[in-house]
T-cell receptor, first 111, second 114 residues
Framework: DTAVSQTPKYLVTQMGNDKSIKCEQN?????MYWYKQDSKKFLKIMFS???????INETVPNRFSPKSPDKAHLNLHINSLELGDSAVYFC??????????FGPGTRLTVL | AQSVSQHNHHVILSEAASLELGCNYS??????LFWYVQYPGQHLQLLLK??????LVKGIKGFEAEFIKSKFSFNLRKPSVQWSDTAEYFC????????????FGAGTQVVVTP
């Protein structure tokens, strides 16, 4: 059973386009997260939602907009993609501040 | 601001050698500590975690870590590595008052040669 899943796994797009990445967890966790892993493998939190409510927003450009339709889903929409947005985006979930479980990642390449 | 430092960026060692990866954090309050591993092309997996109690914690695949509060450290160890331990290792810290804001170190790439 897949615990935290993301789609798509790979995303290649042109600068200026708008794209979305979807995340779903079947662990029954209350909290979900988005992380960005850059080309040097550094991981940084972007957003966190608890029961569909935004609780962490880490100085991310407002071109990035997370949406949580229910507590099992946290999607990430990115407007006007830029070259610097190329990265691997990981979704994660946790039962509040306990261990976070990560999805397989979405490798975004902006050309 | 809190930071997490991993001492080594790259480590190369032979099979059966012992591994120790250093991790220090800068926050003085109560924290939960984690080590995650990322095998090539894969997602992060939890190796072990420390929340409270015995400061020596054992994880999966023969890994262990020791929390030394006075040194703000949480070093990862494995007595004898295998080729399959080749991966990126991340130390991570959550302040217990931070709503799950997991702060990662920069990672250590470990390469185990046969």
């Amino acid at each position: 059973d897949t615990a935290v899943s993301q789609t798509p796994k790979y995303l290649v797009t042109q600068m200026g386009n708008d794209k979305s990445i979807k995340c779903e967890q079947n662990l029954g966790h209350d909290t979900m997260y988005w992380y960005k892993q850059d080309s040097k493998k550094f991981l940084k939190i972007m957003f966190s939602y608890n029961n569909k409510e935004l609780i962490i927003n880490e100085t991310v450009p407002n071109r990035f907009s997370p949406k949580s339709p229910d507590k099992a889903h946290l999607n990430l929409h990115i407007n006007s993609l830029e070259l610097g947005d190329s990265a691997v985006y990981f979704c994660a979930s946790s039962p509040n501040t306990d261990t976070q479980y990560f999805g397989p990642g979405t490798r975004l390449t902006v050309l | 601001a809190q930071s997490v430092s991993q001492h080594n960026h790259h480590v190369i060692l032979s099979e059966a050698a012992s591994l120790e990866l250093g991790c220090n954090y800068s926050y003085g309050g109560t924290v939960n500590l984690f080590w995650y591993v990322q095998y090539p092309g894969q997602h992060l997996q939890l190796l072990l975690k420390y929340f409270s109690g015995d400061p020596l914690v054992k994880g999966i695949k023969g890994f262990e870590a020791e929390f030394i509060k006075s040194k703000f450290s949480f070093n990862l160890r494995k007595p004898s590595v295998q080729w399959s331990d080749t991966a990126e290792y991340f130390c991570a810290v959550i302040r217990t008052d931070s709503w799950g804001k997991l702060q990662f170190g920069a990672g250590t790439q470990v390469v185990v040669t046969p």
